[in-house]
């Protein structure tokens, strides 16, 4: 199998499992026990905590841990919504965000909320002067991605930050990811809140996190318990969240020899697409784009077709996100960079991990290459193409 779909979720690192195994048979004590023995998961959940802030020079007590991404994004939006509503009741986000930020805002709206939803421009980048329009008196959340899931694009971050600051806005990112992809500074970046999930970066999945800068006013969004100091209830996730912070520890320490690597290889396949696949273009940009991202669209194909025939071929790759790679509607994101509907439904994401080899990247290649060719060979769009063209 050559597995190229990392962007859906990775596999859990061998030292990631190593790490968590003792917590489910031997250490397995409730951490909120006043004994020794569940002291022993306490300090499993500090050390974890640590890890994480260091990775984003946060502080400690400013990471609490979810069920992953989309409860992140959940919380963020909807505590920071009740939290401020006397404020205001306006929110900004973008087009292009995950559905765990768009459908919240859909939510959101039902609940007399407005939201300000911001194009992008056609390689996925908002416009900052456009951001700066969008503000107004009651705006209390500006919400936008670090990194676009399906095209790769890195948004300007630290700008925006900027530009929430100057106008006392909070500024909540998803960085789901680009967290352990690339570096994050949140105090540089003036980011005010952050979304991230483990099954991105070779964790576990089931659990992530959400920083939260000291002082911002949030409820709780799961009642019933005092765990997380009293914001997020539940018994914590022991095995996860040791195995949440063995994987930022082992993303960090291999952050820059791994994006250099996979940059290499993301920019190969990209010029070998594009150089012997006729009619295909790039979605999302060659540069400030995440280092294992590529995303394409064939014209006069179904992008499902492409997935099935290279299925057969046990290659894995995707459509778009894998929240909705089960829709046959084209991707939001796709038709937000402008993209017309039938190039859209012709797209294929193929995402690279920390194993990927060339060897597999030109196997992949020569296999687009065949299953494209045949399907439009039975494509009555490309027999009309060709004829018109000559």
Known sequence: MIYLDNAATTKTDEKVVQEMLPYFSENYGNASSVYEFGSKSKLAINKARETIAEALCAQPEEIYFTAGGSESDNWALKAVAEAYREKGKHIITTKIEHHAILHTCAYLEKEG?????????????IDLGELQKAIRPDTVLISIMFANNEIGTIEPVEKIGEIAKEN????HTDAVQAFGQIPI??????????????????????????????????????????QERKRRAGTENIPGIVGLGKAVELAVTSMEE?????????????????????????????????????????????????????????????????????????SHVLLAIGLPHEIAHGSLRLTL??????????????????????????????????????
């Open 113 to 125: 909320y407005q939201v300000t939803y911001l194009d992008v421009d056609e390689r996925g980048f």
């Open 168 to 171: 006392e806005i909070f500024f």
């Open 185 to 226: 500074d949140v105090e540089k970046m003036h980011i005010d809140m952050l979304s991230a999930s483990g099954h991105k970066l070779n964790g576990p999945k089931g659990v992530g996190f959400l920083y939260i800068r000291k002082g911002i006013k949030m409820g709780s969004f799961i009642h019933g318990g005092a």
């Open 258 to 330: 791994r994006a250099k690597r996979e940059s290499e290889l993301r920019d190969y396949l990209i010029g070998r697409v594009l150089k012997e696949v006729p009619y295909s273009r790039l979605n999302g940009p060659r540069e400030n784009r995440l280092p294992n991202n590529t995303n394409f669209c064939f014209q006069f194909i179904e992008g499902e077709s492409l997935l099935i025939m290279l299925d057969m071929k046990g290659i894995c790759g995707s459509s778009g996100s894998a929240c909705t790679s089960g829709s046959l509607n084209p």
């Open 353 to 390: 991990g920390k194993d990927t080899t060339k060897e597999e990247i030109d196997t992949t290649i020569e296999a687009i290459k065949e299953i494209v060719e045949r399907l439009r060979d039975m494509s009555p769009l490309y027999e009309d193409f060709k004829k018109k063209s000559s």
